[in-house]
């Protein structure tokens, strides 16, 4: 089994859910007491918000660099950053890092390609959803991403920061999802394009079917881990 290396805490409420579901997963697939071979490096994630605020992504990539670096030193078999927005500075990472990457959006990307996805939604940070690092590699899978206007926007960055960041997660921001996701009757599908959403959006609240990254990032993951 190889080892895999996590640079979490961004925030900690979904780096959560990434030590779960991976071991869960590898467990179904091997049984017994079998668990992943996990180096998980958590970061303080006030600090990178803060320069995400302060649109400082140099100094930022340079925090995550180094977490990088030290689960390379470890001997990690390859990374996962256990966040979607952060992966607008894997370019700068990449740099510096010998070790692999498994890239969120190119997981999610051949997932849609998978299941004949042509055109999505793209629900996120206002980061992942206006700027053209993530759109990018979806379109080289040939998907075309719808994002919410800019009042619309604002809800949904709000929400992820304010509350589900925060372990807050509110029957009222839900259904605020709900009906943004529902007035876009165009899109054949919904990415929840930050690891925090779906602890607030499931497969079962929507008619349209959710692609969730976090899931989809860990089971790219584990396939990689167990070959």
């Not at 990457?101 to 004949?116: D, T, V």
Request: charged share 25%; with cysteine.
């Amino acid at each position: 089994m190889k080892t895999i290396g996590i640079i979490g805490g961004m925030s900690f409420e979904s780096t959560l859910s990434y030590y779960q579901g991976i071991n869960e997963l590898v467990r179904k697939n091997l049984g017994g007491l079998n668990s992943a071979k996990i180096a998980l490096l958590s970061l303080n994630f006030e600090e990178i918000a803060k320069l995400q605020r302060e649109n400082k992504w140099q100094e930022s990539a340079e925090i995550l660099s180094k977490a990088a670096l030290s689960l390379e030193k470890i001997g990690v078999d390859f990374i996962l950053i256990a966040t979607n927005t952060m992966h607008k500075v894997l370019p700068i990472i990449t740099q510096q890092v010998k070790t692999p990457f498994i890239h969120i959006a190119e997981s999610l990307g051949e997932e849609l390609k998978n299941n004949n996805i042509k055109k999505a939604l793209l629900l996120g940070t206002k980061f992942t959803m206006s700027e053209s690092f993530y759109k990018d590699i979806l379109q080289n899978f040939k998907i075309e991403t719808i994002i919410p206007n800019n009042e619309e926007m604002e809800i949904v960055n709000s929400i992820i920061f304010d509350e589900l960041c925060q372990g807050k997660v509110l029957e009222d921001s839900k259904k605020k999802y709900l009906q943004i996701i529902e007035s876009y009757k165009e899109a054949e599908a919904v990415i929840l394009g930050c690891t925090e959403i779906g602890m607030l959006i499931q497969e079962q609240d929507c008619k349209i079917k959710l692609f969730d990254t976090t899931k989809i990032h860990i089971k790219k993951a584990v396939e990689l881990a167990l070959k």
